[in-house]
C-alpha cells in the first residue's frame, strides 16, 4: 500500500470521537478524545498489514476507538476521586432530606458544605448523574412561595432518569467485567459486540482461524457468567 498519509484521515479521527463523545457526559473533553483518536490514527499507520486484507480506513477505525477507550479509562483512574466525592455529596443530601423533612434547596446544601452557591453548582457539574436539585430551586415561584406547574415540562423524547441512570451503571459495570478477561478475549469481545465485526472479519484481522476465535468467544462469555454469578452471590 505505500506510505499512508495519515493528514487524509483526521476527518475519520474527529467522526470517531464524535460518535463516542455523544454517549459520554458533557464533561469530556472532546479535544482529549480527538487527541487520543489521532494518536490511534498514528499507530495503525506504522502497524498496518496490507496482507491480512481488512481495508486501512477499517483498521484504523478500530485502532482510532481502541485509542479513546484507553484515554477514558485513564479519565476513569482520575475521577475516582469524583465519584467518592459525589457519594459524600448523596450522603449529605440525604441528611440534610432527613433533618429538614424535604429535600434541600442549593443555598441550604451549598452552607452545609461550606461554600459559596457557583462552587456548589461547579461540583454538581462534575459529579454526573446528577439527581440532588429540587423542584423548589427550579423555575418562577407564585406568590404563595411555590414553584409554577408549568415550569416542569416533561421532555417526551428524554429517557426516564432512573432508567438511564441504570444503562450508565450497566455499561460501567461490563466495562470492568471487560477488563478481566486475556487481551484476546478482550480484542474479540470489543470485536465482536462494539464494532460489529464478525468472525471472519475478527479473525482476518487477528491473524487466526475462524475456530480460534469462536473458542476465545465462548471463553470469554464463560468467563463473563462465572464473574457476574459470583457477584450476585
Do not use: C, W
Not at 37 to 64: C, H, K, M, T, W
Not at 89 to 116: C, F, M, Q, W, Y
Amino acid at each position: 500500500m505505500g506510505q499512508i498519509d495519515v493528514t487524509a484521515y483526521l476527518p475519520l479521527v474527529k467522526s470517531v470521537a464524535m460518535r463516542m463523545a455523544a454517549r459520554l457526559p458533557r464533561n469530556v473533553d472532546l479535544d482529549d478524545l480527538v487527541g487520543a483518536g489521532a494518536l490511534g490514527l498514528l499507530n495503525a499507520a506504522r502497524q498496518f498489514d496490507e496482507s491480512r486484507g481488512v481495508p486501512f480506513d477499517r483498521y484504523a477505525e478500530i485502532r482510532i476507538r481502541g485509542s479513546i477507550i484507553d484515554e477514558l479509562r485513564t479519565m476513569d483512574q482520575t475521577s475516582r476521586t469524583v465519584r467518592r466525592q459525589s457519594t459524600e455529596l448523596g450522603n449529605l443530601i440525604d441528611n440534610l432530606s432527613h433533618n429538614l423533612g424535604r429535600k434541600p434547596t442549593s443555598d441550604e446544601t451549598a452552607l452545609a458544605l461550606g461554600v459559596s452557591l457557583s462552587q456548589y453548582q461547579g461540583m454538581l457539574a462534575k459529579n454526573t448523574p446528577v439527581h440532588v436539585i429540587g423542584f423548589d430551586d427550579l423555575g418562577p415561584k407564585g406568590d404563595d412561595g411555590r414553584a409554577f406547574s408549568s415550569a416542569y415540562l416533561e421532555d417526551t423524547s428524554a429517557l426516564p432518569p432512573d432508567i438511564e441512570v441504570g444503562q450508565k451503571e450497566a455499561a460501567a459495570q461490563l466495562a470492568r467485567l471487560v477488563d478481566q478477561l486475556t487481551a484476546r478475549q478482550r480484542q474479540v469481545v470489543t470485536f465482536y459486540y462494539f464494532e460489529g465485526m464478525n468472525f471472519k472479519e475478527i479473525a482476518g484481522f487477528l491473524g487466526v482461524t475462524e475456530g480460534r476465535v469462536s473458542q476465545l468467544h465462548t471463553a470469554a462469555v464463560g468467563r463473563l457468567k462465572t464473574i457476574m454469578s459470583g457477584l450476585a452471590l
